[in-house]
């Protein structure tokens, strides 16, 4: 059955301090990995795709990496506006739909 | 260049009412994904559709959910007889094809009392 868990659950950092969020993952074949942002009462915001194992992908202070088990998105030097929920998704070969995990609560302190 | 529009944004039915939400996806983009987020759970797909056509329900409940995406006009997911457990943030996305990355709308808010 295809599977995503991320890590951890919740998150607080202070502004400025970098970390990861882990999105560990089991697909039948896997056609792209997802991430996604989503504030509260919002839709979720697309952020990144990653196809193949040792892709990584960056913008302003995410970088996504992605290997044959798990994908990595790193924050450096976090701002308060970062504060959201992350979420991974992957999506196997010959299907549409997308399965996420239950996501990763960040919350950036001033 | 608008995004994903879904109707209405909040939506409030009494139990055995029927709730219809609507969806327009990006210009340009096809393909429609509905999924639903369940309070203190994460997103899960119900149904995945083309012009006339449904690719995938696999993530339909057996009763009472239906969807359609006419070749002219929004998507639509219909539940009849709504319950309690109804209750729930339904995202509609859309693409521009099945491999593309999916674009979510701002949900419809459902409760029912």
């Known amino acids: 059955e295809d599977q995503v868990t991320q890590s951890p659950e919740a998150l607080r950092l202070q502004e400025g301090e970098s970390s990861s969020l882990n999105c560990s993952y089991t697909?039948?074949?896997?056609?792209?990995l997802f991430w996604y942002r989503q504030d509260p009462g919002k839709g979720p915001e697309f952020l990144f795709t990653?196809?193949?194992a040792g892709e990584e992908k960056e913008k302003e202070r995410l970088k996504a990496t992605l290997t044959k088990k798990e994908s990595f998105l790193h924050i450096t030097a976090p701002k308060p506006e970062d504060s959201a929920t992350y979420l991974c998704?992957?999506?196997?070969?010959?299907?549409?739909?997308?399965?996420f995990g239950q996501g990763t609560t960040l919350q950036v302190k001033p | 260049n608008a995004g994903v529009m879904q109707n209405p944004r909040h939506l409030v039915r009494r139990r055995g009412q029927e709730a219809r939400l609507r969806c327009s996806p990006m210009k340009g983009h096809s393909h429609v994904y509905w999924y639903r987020q369940l309070p203190e759970e994460g997103l899960k797909f119900m149904v995945y559709l083309q012009k006339e056509n449904i690719i995938d329900e696999s993530g339909m409940p057996k009763e009472r959910f239906s969807a359609e995406f006419p070749k002219e006009g929004p998507s639509i997911l219909r539940i009849q007889q709504v319950v309690r457990g109804d209750s729930a943030a339904y995202f509609c996305a859309s693409s521009p094809g099945d491999s593309y990355e999916q674009y979510f709308g701002p949900g419809t808010r459902l409760t029912v009392t």
């Open positions: 697909v039948s074949g896997l056609r792209g």
């Open positions: 990653l196809y193949s």
């Open positions: 998704a992957v999506q196997a070969r010959n299907t549409g739909k997308l399965i």
